[in-house]
């Protein structure tokens, strides 16, 4: 039976008139006067999460369009034929399938999907679709899209599906799932973007934060997490991971020489993929040979991009061909990046926004270039498109409009591409392999290879013969051949030889793929590594991994020594193949068994620290015992032996740590945590020689040397570790990476840096680097320079201009009038940016030798060694380091918590008696309330119970928080809330909550039921702060860094300064202050499942609360409130739960007044 076609009939024309009496009627309203008729393509318009703009007709959206000169954009189709398009994908007839969702973004029960794939066609080919076929309406939020031979392939929750249809009807006769089930509890990323490899596979992305764990046919399976990409046969067969880590990615395309690039929505904009190879991703630290390049970093992008298309064949013009465009579905644009090669790396440079768009409703969810040429855009329109950011079922959502646009230059068409390609016959499809379009040679090819078939074969090795065959067609002919299982070794031979490199480049693809390519490939793959061309050399270098051999092996690491540092690309391939190759247990056994050069050796240990295995590590400590190598680069080994090496070699490992190490401890403190991760996650005990190391270095390391550089916070208190720190200069600064710079950690904190007094010398020069943000009204940085023997006198001084980006400048002061007097440099930090200095030409003064930073996680550390090592002889130091008024904050909680452990009932009191001091700040309090749950109620219970008693707000809530962490502690609570001494409503508290119900006996439930049973919602509360603090809202007032950095940047980074607990807020401006303030004053409300929390019990009774990192071999790893990971050993948990709460602070609504909730949001509105 035929599909219904619907075509421009009397039916399709009541519906658009019908659509376009209602477009008319919203057009006659007067329109209301907004932020964006001022500046049309940002402002508050477009910062709303809940767009307060009307919903345009696709008329007056399209009017509000703006591209390039000659760029011309037209509707190619919209409501009421499609409806909310998410991927795009066009088959060998030209036409343009649509996956479109009205259920996201709830996913419908499992069989009563509506959501739909439409088949759009163009068939006068006026740039209009006019044939829409229904193929399929009972789909479940479908994403990824790719039509094949007899059907398509199609992801629907939760499986990726064969969509068969053996008549060529469009109709769908049979559905068998090819792989599955993926994770869908979040159902805005999913599995997307499917694309048609050379090498015949599809490739395709995982979104974010689902875990999925599928197979192909062979059994052979993958687990995949949050992002990674993947490929798989087109028939299920076979399933293989690409790359691992990254967050969201949404978009994927290739170019000519068979590079995979990808969007990303939180680690960085665009990559060029490199299969194997390890991204970022949220919390996680660079381990073995390190992440991967980028290809180019944040800049203006929101963290919401979606679809990525390289303009291929020549209806662009030449500057805007070798581009890729990504669309932002927050600030409701398409950006152009243009790249070029330095050696086989691309560098990406960001272009003017190639489309901006008057209209906050337009959400550029997936960007393809079409056969003919032009780019095809799907436009989610919605008034909402943030999944957290705003409560899924707001009703704001649209379910109904979805407009696809179609972006030509001056009309121009490649007319080759209009062609049914189902219709050709095999001349016509070898003529085929020459378009300039990149999408028409690869289905073209498909055509060959699935329709045509063995038939194929003869006529495609004729066209490579031929003399003149253009070298993308060449190459796309070796891969037909390739796939169809026919392509002779001669004929490989002969392309691994030819004269272009781009041949050469796929070429050593195909052996790439070879399972077992032979030996008569082996000495022209080696041979390539000598080519001129780069990329040929790369692709020789991953060809090279099919002959696992020392041979191999060899060969690579003398190659890794040639290659050009700015080949980054190069350089990590050769790195990750190497690895690879080692990591086989045979091989790599053999290979460190081996005699090497001293070089061959060091090279070979860039490969070998991504090894986790025992004959790495050994390996490794025998170069460090023979080689002289740069401290960093020693420690890094270093690391890595701790972790791998076995227990019965690790007294040797800690001896010669020890020795080499000598007088050096803050070197042996970096190697100490190390080992103590080790044997947490090896969930072993710490031996004799590790306890006797830890208790000398905590006895040389508690009282550190007098610092020589000083500083003085105004208005903060920082809890987490020294405010001061030495960093090297940001990369857009230009400055040397050796250069260290010095000043406070963190943009936003204020206050005042001066270094040791000097000697004045005749002149002084050295550099900053200073950064101001926007703001306007911000007291002004500068550096100045005061005498010592009369400090009212600065007798030099250097003010900054405000900078939105790291700013570098070279200062000069001539100080002839001066010299030999007693001076000191001064860093006056007045604004929401930071200051910085460094590089000082005269050894009078120069950076401290020792990072501040590092030497108060070293005090730390010696304090908390001794609390757990019983170093009762340090006890009078560490009483007097708590009691001194100069002592910080962060140190004084250490001291706290290791007397506490040194002597629980002793130091109770003492610790209980500062919750009721009001002249220590409420934080450290809070810290101090905290930390009295670790220790036994048994011991701590009369004065937890006395403390109770003396506190209030927050404080008390932390002591509650304390005591519930053991029956008796709960007990005690829920006595005190049924006597009327604490208020019900502080059992639904987040954080007490889920420790009263944890391991809570019965009788204890059926009383927490009953007691919280006539609450009502705290929702209705928290909805009345947010209005109120909104009702007052003032988003011009400054400051708001420094509160940002007191509260929110232990987890969350801007601008790369911060932790990377929770999600990166790098352009967070655009949520507008209705879902800022939401998120801020009420986190729970809509929590992503990356970042849930959870309340984990320990045998020993103590528990703990973090959000899941991942999962070691003997440990599981948390992140706490912090932004600090912690390893639990496995044998050690009774229990775990997942909360109902976030890591998110929940009282900010009582922490953060009025005046300082207007400067944090005025901060993070400017944040775009």
């Excluded at 500068?782 to 900054?800: C, G, N, W, Y």
């Amino acid at each position: 039976m035929r599909a219904p076609i619907y075509q421009f009939s009397l039916l399709s024309f009541l519906l658009v008139a019908g659509c376009t009496t209602y477009w008319q009627q919203k057009k006659a309203a007067p329109a209301p006067t907004t932020q964006f008729q001022q500046q049309p393509y940002s402002g508050n318009a477009f910062d709303e999460h809940i767009r307060s703009t009307e919903a345009r007709s696709p008329a007056d959206e399209q009017a509000g369009f703006t591209l390039p000169p000659g760029f011309e954009i037209e509707l190619f189709a919209s409501e009421p034929q499609i409806g909310k398009p998410i991927n795009l994908a066009f088959d060998a007839k030209g036409r343009l399938w649509v996956t479109q969702s009205v259920e996201y973004p709830f996913p419908a029960q499992p069989g009563n999907g509506h959501d739909r794939l439409t088949i759009l066609e163009d068939r006068d080919h006026d740039g209009k679709a006019d044939t829409f076929i229904p193929v399929s309406d009972t789909l479940n939020i479908p994403i990824g899209i790719m039509p094949v031979q007899d059907g398509a392939v199609a992801f629907s929750i939760p499986n990726v599906y064969q969509l068969s249809d053996a008549n060529g009807d469009d109709q769908i006769e049979t559905s068998r799932r090819l792989l599955g089930p993926f994770g869908f509890k979040d159902t805005h990323g999913m599995v997307n973007h499917f694309r048609r490899g050379f090498d015949g596979w599809i490739h395709a992305c995982h979104g974010f934060t689902n875990l999925s764990k599928i197979a192909g046919t062979d059994g052979d399976s993958l687990t995949l997490g949050s992002g990674n990409t993947f490929r798989f046969r087109a028939d299920g067969s076979r399933v293989e991971q690409t790359t691992f880590g990254r967050v969201n990615p949404f978009g994927l395309t290739f170019d000519d020489w068979g590079y995979l690039y990808s969007s990303d929505c939180h680690s960085s904009p665009l990559y060029q993929l490199i299969r194997g190879a390890e991204y970022p991703y949220f919390g996680r630290l660079p381990e073995g040979i390190g992440f991967a390049p980028i290809m180019k970093p944040h800049e203006r992008e929101a963290t919401a991009l979606s679809g990525l298309a390289l303009s291929s064949g020549t209806t662009f013009p030449k500057p805007y061909r070798n581009s890729l465009f990504m669309g932002d579905v927050v600030k409701c644009r398409i950006y152009r990046s243009s790249y070029a090669f330095k050696g086989s790396s691309p560098v990406g440079k960001m272009e003017e926004d190639f489309l901006r768009s008057t209209d906050p409703w337009f959400r550029p969810a997936d960007i393809v270039q079409g056969p003919d040429g032009a780019l095809y855009v799907a436009d989610f329109y919605n008034r909402i498109i943030g999944h957290y950011e705003v409560p899924l079922d707001n009703p704001g959502r649209d379910h109904v409009l979805g407009r696809i646009w179609r972006i030509t230059y001056k009309g121009q068409v490649d007319k080759t591409g209009l062609k049914d390609w189902t219709k050709a016959d095999v001349n016509e499809l070898l003529d085929g392999l020459s378009a300039d379009n990149l999408s028409v040679r690869m289905t073209v090819a498909d055509q060959l290879i699935h329709r045509i078939g063995k038939a194929a074969v003869k006529p495609v090795e004729d066209f490579l013969n031929r003399r003149k065959t253009a070298e993308t067609a060449y190459a796309q002919g070796l891969w037909i051949l390739f796939q169809l299982g026919a392509l002779p070794d001669e004929t490989l031979l002969r392309a691994l030889r030819h004269p272009q490199s781009l041949v050469r480049t796929h070429a050593l693809r195909i052996v790439r793929e070879m399972k077992t390519p032979g030996t008569p490939f082996q000495e022209p793959v080696k041979t390539a590594l000598n080519d001129a061309n780069p990329h040929v050399q790369r692709a020789a270098v991953e060809a090279l991994t099919t002959y696992p051999t020392l041979e191999t092996v060899k060969t690579l690491v003398a190659f890794q020594q040639k290659i050009p540092a700015f080949d980054t690309h190069l350089a990590y391939t050769t790195r990750l193949c190497l690895r690879d190759l080692l990591r086989a247990k045979p091989l790599g056994t053999q290979a460190t068994l081996t005699a090497w050069n001293q070089l061959d050796q060091i090279a070979l240990t860039e490969s070998l620290i991504g090894v986790n295995t025992v004959y790495a590590s050994e390996f490794l400590l025998k170069t460090l015992k023979t080689v002289s190598l740069p401290k960093e680069t020693e420690l890094k080994m270093l690391r890595q032996t701790a972790l791998y090496l076995p227990v019965a070699q690790r007294d040797d490992l800690v001896r010669f740590i020890i020795r080499k190490y000598q007088g050096d401890p803050g070197s042996q403190y970096k190697l100490f945590t190390v080992i103590q991760q080790s044997i947490k996650q090896q969930g072993g005990q710490v031996d004799e020689s590790v306890r006797k190391w830890g208790i000398a270095l905590a006895q040389s390391l508690i009282v550190p040397p007098a610092p020589d550089w000083t500083y003085a916070l105004e208005g903060n208190l920082y809890l987490k570790d020294l405010p001061v720190a030495i960093r090297i200069p940001p990369v857009t600064t230009l400055l040397s990476p050796d250069i260290r710079m010095f000043g406070f950690d963190l943009g936003g904190l204020k206050g005042v840096v001066r270094s040791p007094v000097f000697t004045a010398p005749a002149s002084l020069e050295f550099s900053t680097v200073n950064y101001n943000l926007k703001t306007n009204t911000d007291p002004e940085n500068r550096v100045q320079l005061r005498l010592a023997d009369d400090t009212t006198q600065i007798i030099a001084r250097k003010s900054f201009l405000k900078a939105n980006d790291y700013q570098a400048e070279t200062v000069t002061w001539d100080l002839q009038a001066y010299q030999g007097k007693r001076v000191y440099l001064e860093l006056v930090d007045q604004s929401a940016g930071l200051i910085w200095v460094g590089n000082f030409k005269t050894n009078a003064i120069q950076v401290p030798a020792i990072n501040p930073k590092e030497q108060g996680e070293q005090q730390r550390f010696a304090i908390e060694t001794a609390g757990e090592s019983g170093i009762t002889a340090l006890e009078p130091t560490i009483q007097n380091l708590l009691s001194s008024p100069s002592t910080a904050y962060f140190i004084k909680v250490a001291s706290m918590r290791a007397l506490l452990r040194l002597a629980p009932e002793r130091y109770a009191t003492q610790a209980v008696s500062f919750l009721s001091d009001d002249s220590s700040p409420q934080p450290y309090r809070k810290e101090i309330a905290g930390m009295l749950g670790e220790f036994p109620l048994a011991q701590t219970g009369k004065a937890l119970a006395d403390g109770l008693k003396k506190t209030t707000g927050d404080v008390q809530l932390e002591l509650l928080k304390a005591l519930a962490t053991n029956s008796d502690g709960k007990d005690l609570i829920l006595k005190q809330v049924r006597n009327g001494i604490l208020y019900t409503r502080i059992l639904r508290q987040p954080g007490l909550e889920d420790r009263l119900l944890l391991n809570a006996s019965p009788q204890q439930l059926a009383e927490f039921t009953q007691l919280t049973a006539y609450l009502s919602p705290i929702d209705e509360t928290r909805e009345a702060l947010i209005k109120d603090r909104l009702a007052h809202l003032d988003a011009s007032a400054t400051g708001g860094r420094q509160i940002f950095v007191q509260n929110c940047s232990p987890c969350h980074q801007i601008n790369k300064d911060g932790g990377m607990i929770g999600p990166q807020l790098d352009g967070i401006g655009s949520w507008g202050s209705q879902s800022l303030a939401t998120k801020i004053l009420d986190p729970n409300r809509n929590i992503s499942e990356a970042f849930r929390t959870y309340t984990i019990k320990l045998k020993n009774g103590s528990v703990k609360t973090g959000l899941f990192r991942r999962e070691e071999a003997a440990s599981v790893v948390y992140a706490n409130a912090a932004g600090e990971e912690f390893f639990v050993p496995k044998k050690d948990i009774a229990e775990s739960q997942a909360s109902r709460y976030t890591l998110m602070p929940d009282h900010f609504g009582q922490t953060i007044p009025q005046d300082q909730f207007n400067q944090l949001l005025g901060y993070l509105l400017s944040v775009k």
